[in-house]
Structures are given as C-alpha cells and as structure tokens.
C-alpha cells in the first residue's frame, strides 16, 4: 500500500476539523444518492472491531411514519432531559434543535450484534464490542462530512422504544441513532461551543505521562 502524502495528511485533519453535529434546522430538502449513502456505510463497516468481529449491523429508515414515532419518543425524553438542568442552563437547552428526524433525508439506526462465541479481544473487556460500533460511527460521521453531507447523532431516546418501533431482536443493542442530510451551511464551530455550552479543552489539560 502507498504512503500518504502531506497533503493526505492536511485533508483528513481538515475533514477531523470540520465534522459538525448537525441539527434540523440546518438540513436543506435534498435526497441523498444512493452513490454517496453507500460510501458512508463502506466507511462504517470498514471500521476498527475487535477480533474482527464487526459486530454491526444498519437500518437505514426513510419512512415519514416511522420517523414520526421515534420523534414522539424524542419529545418524551427531551421533556425528562430538561429537568437535569437548571439557571440559564435550562433557557439554553430550551432553545436548542437537539434533532433532524423527519427534516433530514433518512435515518441510520446503528445496532450492536453481541456475538454467540467468544471474541479475541473482548474477553476481558466486553464493552470493547460496542467499541466497535462507535468507530463505525466515527467513520460515518467523517465520511458524510467528506460527501459535504451533515450527520447528526441523536441520543435523546429510549433506546427500549426504538427498538419496538423498528421491531429489533431482543439481543440488539442501540448504539446510534444518526439523521443524515444535505445542509445550508456546516458551521464553522460546533454549535454547543458557539453557545458557549461549554468551552473547548486545552490539550495540555487531557494529556497525562506515565501515571496519573
């Protein structure tokens, strides 16, 4: 395989740099090909995994009534979520477009398949399998950005719900569920940063040597 170049190098981390957390209330009506949806789910399933298990597995939802109910189950936890927050916080959170379900052009819902044998590598660590799928994700989510496609994670749901609406073996495990889209404008921060949410961390603050 060749190596790459500086310039290989420069795309990926602006491609890093600009991956956003989309909203609906930036996705524009504009379908998807079927061209550029399969590149993101060839990015997804050649993800990292642990013992090569690729313990993944995609339903990819178009239908408005399907959508609908899960955004029922949305509005549900998001009226829960708001009593975690308090002060200027809570005025915040109520202001946000935390989802894209039906304004995007369709849904991924992104599942966890345990294995029925045991895998090299999770033995010790048996979350390493839901590793897995999150770098799926994470692949996905750069690819789409790449495709200049917005991709949004929401993560307000009861998993148990979405599992019944989309009518999932027992054995499944939601990971993700991901509101893909074309957009007016990728912003050039994250929306939560802009917000000022929450202030972005010094490197220097995450990075320890040796020990804690």
Same mark, same amino acid.
């Given at each position: 395989?060749? *190596? &790459?170049?500086?310039?290989?190098?420069? !795309?990926?981390?602006?491609?890093?740099?600009?991956?956003?957390?989309?909203?609906?209330?930036? &996705?524009?009506?504009?379908?998807?090909?079927? #061209?550029?949806?399969? /590149?993101? +789910? &060839?990015?997804?399933?050649? #993800?990292?995994?642990? =013992?090569?298990?690729?313990?993944?597995?995609?339903?990819?939802?178009?239908?408005? @009534?399907?959508?609908?109910?899960?955004?029922?189950?949305?509005?549900?936890?998001?009226?829960?979520?708001?009593?975690?927050?308090?002060?200027?916080?809570?005025?915040?959170? !109520?202001?946000?477009?935390?989802?894209?379900?039906?304004?995007?052009?369709?849904?991924?819902?992104?599942?966890?398949?345990?294995?029925?044998?045991?895998?090299?590598?999770?033995?010790?660590? *048996?979350?390493?399998?839901?590793?897995?799928?999150?770098?799926? %994700?994470?692949?996905?989510?750069?690819?789409?950005?790449?495709?200049? %496609?917005?991709? =949004?994670?929401?993560?307000?749901?009861?998993?148990?719900?979405? *599992?019944?609406? +989309?009518?999932?073996?027992?054995?499944?495990?939601? %990971? =993700?569920?991901?509101?893909? =889209?074309?957009?007016? @404008?990728?912003?050039?921060?994250?929306?939560?940063?802009?917000?000022?949410?929450?202030?972005? /961390?010094?490197?220097?603050?995450?990075? %320890?040597?040796?020990?804690?």
């Amino acid at each position: 395989m060749n *190596k &790459f170049t500086s310039e290989n190098i420069e !795309t990926l981390e602006q491609i890093i740099l600009a991956r956003r957390d989309v909203r609906g209330n930036r &996705f524009i009506n504009k379908s998807i090909s079927k #061209a550029d949806l399969d /590149k993101i +789910l &060839f990015a997804g399933v050649n #993800a990292p995994s642990v =013992g090569f298990s690729q313990p993944w597995e995609f339903v990819i939802i178009k239908d408005l @009534e399907i959508r609908n109910k899960v955004k029922d189950s949305f509005f549900e936890e998001n009226e829960k979520a708001k009593t975690f927050f308090e002060g200027n916080r809570i005025d915040v959170y !109520t202001q946000l477009k935390l989802e894209g379900i039906v304004e995007s052009a369709l849904n991924i819902a992104v599942f966890y398949k345990p294995s029925e044998h045991p895998v090299l590598g999770q033995t010790a660590m *048996k979350e390493t399998g839901v590793y897995s799928v999150v770098c799926a %994700i994470q692949n996905m989510w750069l690819m789409a950005r790449a495709l200049n %496609i917005g991709l =949004g994670w929401v993560s307000i749901l009861n998993p148990d719900t979405i *599992k019944t609406i +989309l009518k999932v073996p027992k054995d499944r495990q939601l %990971i =993700g569920y991901l509101c893909l =889209g074309h957009v007016d @404008e990728f912003y050039e921060n994250p929306e939560l940063e802009r917000l000022q949410w929450e202030k972005r /961390k010094n490197i220097t603050d995450v990075v %320890i040597k040796e020990t804690y």
